[in-house]
C-alpha cells in the first residue's frame, strides 16, 4: 500500500528565509506526486505537481526517486505563505484518488 | 479552474439520524468523485470512489451500509450518513475532476452529531 509522510506538523520560519517542506513516500510502483495548500478558511486547492515540473508562487519540487522524496522548497518566504501544506501521490496510470500525508503547518513571521 | 461545490457546508444533528451531503462539478462532467473524511489536526483520508451509474468504491474499513453514497448524474454525488453517531462527527470533503486531469476539491461539509 502507498503511504505518504510529512515528519514536520508545524515549520515557522521568518519572511525572507528559506523553506523547506519535506515529504517521503513509499509506493512500489510509479505513483504521481502533488503538493496541495490550504489557505484559512479556504478549500484545498492544488499547487504543483512533478510531472508539470513548473513553479507556483516560487515554490518548486523535485521527485527523487532515490530518496523516495518530494520535498517542496521556496528560496524566500513571504507571509502570505502561511498555510497548511499537504503532500499526496496518486497511482499512475489510472486511479486518481489521493493518498495524503499528514500535513505540514507553514507559519512565516514578519 | 473547475468548481466543486458542496451542501451544506455544516450541519448539527441528533444521534439516530440520517444526514446526507451533495457534491456537484459546477462547470464540467465527472465520471468519477471522491470522498475524503478529516478528522480534527488530521490528514483527510479516502473514503470511497463515486463511480456515474454504478455502484461505489470503498476503502477498507470503510461501511458501505453506514455510508451510502450515490452518483446519480455526471454532476453530482450525494454522500448519506446513516444512522448518525457522535463518532461519526467530522469533516467530509469531495473531489471531483475530468479525466486524467487534476482533482478540484469542494469547500467541505462539517458534521457534528449530538
Known amino acids: 500500500a502507498q503511504r505518504v509522510t510529512q515528519p514536520e506538523k508545524l515549520l515557522s520560519v521568518f519572511k525572507g528565509a528559506p523553506v523547506e517542506l519535506k515529504c517521503n513516500y513509499s509506493?512500489?510502483?510509479?505513483?504521481?506526486l502533488f503538493w496541495y495548500v490550504q489557505y484559512s478558511r479556504q478549500r484545498l486547492q492544488l499547487l504543483l505537481r512533478?510531472?508539470s515540473r513548473e513553479s507556483i508562487k516560487g515554490f518548486t519540487a523535485d521527485l527523487n526517486k532515490g530518496e523516495t522524496s518530494f520535498h517542496l522548497k521556496k528560496p524566500f518566504a513571504q507571509e502570505e505563505d502561511s498555510a497548511m501544506y499537504y503532500c499526496?501521490?496518486?497511482?499512475?496510470?489510472?486511479?486518481?484518488?489521493?493518498?495524503f500525508g499528514s500535513g505540514t503547518r507553514l507559519q512565516v513571521q514578519p | 479552474g473547475a468548481v466543486v461545490s458542496q451542501h451544506p457546508s455544516w450541519v448539527i444533528c441528533k444521534s439516530g439520524t440520517s444526514v446526507k451531503i451533495e457534491c456537484r462539478s459546477l462547470?464540467?462532467?465527472?465520471?468519477?468523485m471522491f470522498w475524503y473524511r478529516q478528522f480534527p489536526k488530521q490528514s483527510l483520508m479516502l473514503m470511497a470512489t463515486?463511480?456515474?451509474?454504478?455502484?461505489?468504491?470503498?476503502e477498507q474499513g470503510v461501511e458501505k451500509d453506514k455510508f451510502l453514497i450515490n452518483h446519480a448524474s455526471l454532476t453530482l454525488s450525494t454522500l448519506t450518513v446513516t444512522s448518525a453517531h457522535p463518532e461519526d462527527s467530522s469533516f467530509y470533503i469531495c473531489?471531483?475532476?475530468?479525466?486524467?486531469?487534476?482533482?478540484?476539491f469542494g469547500p467541505g461539509t462539517r458534521l457534528l452529531v449530538l
Open positions: 509506493y512500489s510502483g510509479s505513483p504521481e
Open positions: 473531489s471531483a475532476g475530468r479525466l486524467e486531469e487534476t482533482q478540484y
Open positions: 499526496a501521490l496518486t497511482r499512475r496510470p489510472g486511479r486518481r484518488a489521493l493518498t
Open positions: 512533478h510531472i
Open positions: 462547470d464540467f462532467q465527472a465520471t468519477t
Open positions: 463515486s463511480n456515474e451509474g454504478s455502484k461505489a468504491t470503498y
